[in-house]
């Protein structure tokens, strides 16, 4: 990215980061630091409202989306640390307001400058990730989110990050493309499908033997940190941008406050 281009980004810190697991806000915000953006935290900004966009409550949506447009309207680009976030943003907020031309040409306009973090890290600024201050002792798997992945073409950029970073070994699992089972609000209507598919998904991540499971969206990762729990298996959970940040003091995912 050119020197003069404008690197003011707003952080969209989504729900789950703000009530479950800050860490990856404050690892978002000094990766952002460190790839040179000044970046500042809109206290103002609310959930998105994919919840109630997803099970088709659109006339309780919009005035979320309003509310989120109108908060990041003057930031050059706003980064979410969650692909599902960003593409309800990028995606679904324009649909949302097709019958108010007014509103749909400001959502177009923020979804243009809307980024999920890897994304934006790797082809927006073409940064690369500090070295380990430590030499690793684990090793590392990576489930991709759906929302991440089919909607914000998020694949290689968390890998490319992650390779930057000398030692990090990282093992592919089985079906990593697979849906977890989490899906929003699927895993409340769809419990024991939802369960068959977040088993599934474990499985494969034990299957690899890696230490560590990351990934880019905390709904994933607290669902199959939240069945490892319950099935008395060891597998340690994070953010990917925990990792890329080198914000390891504190216990993984489901594992006690962070």
């Not at 050059?76 to 031309?101: E, N, Q, R």
């Not at 008395?232 to 504190?250: F, I, K, T």
Request: some cysteine; hydrophobic content about 40%; proline content about 5%.
């Amino acid at each position: 990215m050119s020197e003069a281009q404008p690197r003011t980004v707003g952080l969209f810190v989504t729900c789950l980061a703000d009530l479950f697991r800050p860490s990856v806000a404050f690892s978002s915000i000094a990766l952002l630091e460190q790839a040179g953006c000044a970046v500042e935290v809109p206290q103002q900004q609310t959930c998105c409202g994919q919840p109630g966009y997803n099970t088709g409550a659109f006339a309780d949506t919009r005035p979320l989306a309003q509310q989120v447009i109108e908060t990041f309207s003057d930031y050059d680009w706003v980064v979410a640390p969650s692909g599902s976030c960003a593409g309800m943003i990028k995606h679904h907020y324009p649909a949302l307001f097709k019958d108010l031309p007014e509103w749909e040409i400001r959502a177009q306009e923020l979804a243009a400058r809307t980024w999920e973090l890897t994304s934006f890290l790797v082809d927006v600024l073409d940064y690369q990730a500090g070295q380990p201050t430590t030499s690793p002792e684990k090793t590392y798997t990576y489930h991709d989110g759906c929302a991440g992945l089919r909607e914000m073409g998020v694949k290689q950029q968390p890998r490319q990050l992650l390779k930057s970073m000398q030692g990090i070994e990282l093992m592919e699992l089985e079906q990593t493309e697979v849906c977890c089972g989490f899906g929003g609000t699927f895993c409340a209507k769809m419990p024991e499908i939802s369960e068959k598919m977040v088993s599934d998904k474990l499985d494969c991540a034990l299957a690899t033997g890696a230490d560590v499971l990351l990934g880019g969206d905390l709904g994933c990762l607290m669902n199959i940190s939240g069945r490892a729990r319950r099935l008395g298996q060891e597998l340690e959970v994070r953010h990917v941008a925990e990792v890329l940040a080198q914000d390891l003091d504190g216990p993984g995912i489901g594992e006690g406050e962070a």
